[in-house]
């Protein structure tokens, strides 16, 4: 079993940054990959970007060159920076990770971009 938290969504004007962070519950390997997928009112739920071995990484292209996802293996943590938000970028935020053949997800966490 694997717990993911999510945390630093919130309300931000366009053109703003929020930093998410989502902490597993255990220790993930570092060749799993973690990631972050996104769901707005009414739309299916969508990658944003993941990170795998704490170098490979792969982003949406709606979000290149603004969003960026690291990894912490000693913290057990994943974070997603997102500079340059947008209206569009309004979502519910979820972290994933498939451990041992099982998918995980978070709770979710909301950012609303709006002036």
């Known amino acids: 079993q694997v717990q993911l938290v999510e945390s630093g969504g919130g309300l931000v004007q366009p053109g703003g940054s929020l930093r998410l962070s989502c902490t597993a519950s255990?220790?993930?390997?570092?060749?799993?990959?973690m990631g972050w997928y996104r769901q707005a009112p009414g739309k299916q739920r969508d990658l944003v970007a993941t990170i795998t071995s704490g170098t490979s990484t792969n982003y949406a292209e709606s979000v290149k060159g603004r969003f960026t996802i690291s990894r912490d293996n000693a913290k057990n943590t994943v974070y997603l920076q997102m500079n340059s938000l947008k209206p569009e970028d309004t979502a519910v935020y979820y972290c994933n990770t498939v451990y041992l053949g099982l998918n995980y997800w978070g709770r979710g966490t909301q950012v609303t971009v709006s002036s």
């Open positions: 255990r220790s993930i390997p570092s060749r799993a990959a």
